[in-house]
């Protein structure tokens, strides 16, 4: 019977190993999976990060273009606007009275006339600013009115078209609207 007892003894201490290395697996096991969860969670949080803060970037890319497209938007109409007054205007200088031309070019000649040796003006007023000017008369320019000015030699021309006039009003105009519009 001594064997019976010794083999009892030693399947009993394998059985005591056995439950041993199984309750250490169990907790190496156990402390594994929840590294895992951790390290799950850990990267869950940064990837949701990561997607909010996308989803931040995006949403102010988006913000932002809107912005310039309403920004552009504004501009063309602004710019349609002042193209339709330029039109408008330069219609209305056409068909301007007489008197009121001749108002105004007497005001030229009269402010720039020394500045020139000759003048010119547009075929339509081409009688009255010969009637209105002491300088030498020298031809006619395309104009909707006004006057050009030079010198003796034509080196030096100044130029005071209605045409000229309205155009630095409008170029004007435009870059203050740009300059409110973009800083």
Known sequence: MGLEIVVKDIQNGAQAEVS????????KASEYINEARDTQKKM??????????????LNQQIISSANLEVKRIKLNKRKELLDSVYNQTV???KS??????EELLKF?????????????????SEEL??????ITYAGNIKSIGGIVLENED????????????IENVYERSLRQISDILYG
């Open 44 to 57: 869950l949080g940064e990837s949701l990060a990561k997607v909010e803060e996308d989803l931040q970037k």
């Open 20 to 27: 041993r290395i199984n309750a250490d697996a169990e907790a």
């Open 108 to 124: 030229l000649i009269d402010k720039y006339e020394a500045d020139g040796a000759k003048i010119y003006s547009s075929r339509d």
């Open 96 to 101: 301007l009275p007489a008197s009121k031309n």
């Open 129 to 134: 600013v010969k009637k209105l000017s002491s």
């Open 91 to 93: 219609e209305k200088i």
């Open 154 to 165: 034509g080196t030096i021309r100044l130029d005071y078209t209605y045409d000229l006039i």
